[in-house]
């Protein structure tokens, strides 16, 4: 199966600070990728919808200012939460996987703002 | 509204014995229903695929039922072992997107 790396794994910011996440497809040329948002004990909350080469398709309540995706490769897309606060510590994951196939997740990254 | 359910948030169970969790869902027409198993601060991994016409899938001690009717899913872990111990989550494919269940967590007791 494909396999997908996300990095960090943790990461700690200051209030008010941006914070990069990078999802790489290693084995896969993706198209698509997604990227979810998992608070304890919650199902994953599918964010936005990432398409190479044109803007991210987002969920709603989801702010397209504060969580900015990139997806400039078929081997990679990044989320960058902008001017974090406390209330975005959340676990964040990537994936590949389209309809009636598996889905491939990222490790995740846990993400805390002090 | 629609909603998927999974039985329990924790299930204990001793080893050697028979998991079942449960997903029910309402207001979803699932393509195809997965599982997947998430351990603590990892992504999920993938376990099982059963599309709507199929009633029943089985991959080494791991089955799986799928009752459209019904609108369930269960999952079987036979003869369980301690290193089964993690939490099993259920998405329902729609063609369109994938929406998760709120995972069970299942401790297997030596």
């Known amino acids: 199966g494909a396999v997908v790396s996300q990095h960090p794994s943790r990461v700690i910011c200051k209030s008010g600070t941006s914070v990069k996440i990078e999802c790489r497809s290693l084995?896969?040329?993706?198209?698509?990728m997604f990227w979810y948002r998992q608070f304890p004990k919650k199902s994953l909350m599918l964010m936005a919808t990432?398409?190479?080469?044109?803007?991210?398709?987002?969920e709603q309540g989801v702010e397209k200012d504060k969580f900015l995706i990139n997806h400039a490769s078929l081997t990679l897309s990044t989320l960058t939460v902008t001017s974090a606060h406390p209330e975005d510590s959340s676990f964040y994951i990537c994936?590949?996987?389209?309809?009636?196939?598996?889905?491939?997740f990222g490790q995740g990254t846990r993400l805390t703002v002090v | 509204s629609q909603k998927i359910e999974q039985n329990s948030e924790a299930l204990n169970i001793q080893e050697g014995k028979t998991a079942t969790l449960t997903c029910n869902y309402t207001?979803?027409?699932?393509?195809?229903l997965q599982w997947y198993r998430q351990d603590p601060g990892r992504g999920p991994v993938f376990l099982l695929l059963i599309r709507e016409n199929e009633k029943e899938k089985r991959k080494e001690r791991l089955k799986v039922t799928f009752d459209t009717t019904l609108k369930q899913s269960l999952f079987h872990i036979t003869a369980s072992q301690p290193a089964d111990s993690a939490t099993y989550l259920c998405?329902?494919?729609?063609?369109?997107?994938?929406?998760f269940g709120t995972g069970t967590s299942l401790t297997v007791i030596p």
């Open positions: 084995d896969f040329q993706a198209t698509t």
């Open positions: 207001n979803y027409s699932p393509a195809y």
């Open positions: 998405a329902l494919d729609t063609g369109n997107q994938f929406y």
């Open positions: 990432s398409n190479e080469g044109s803007k991210a398709t987002y």
């Open positions: 994936s590949i996987g389209m309809s009636a196939t598996e889905a491939f």
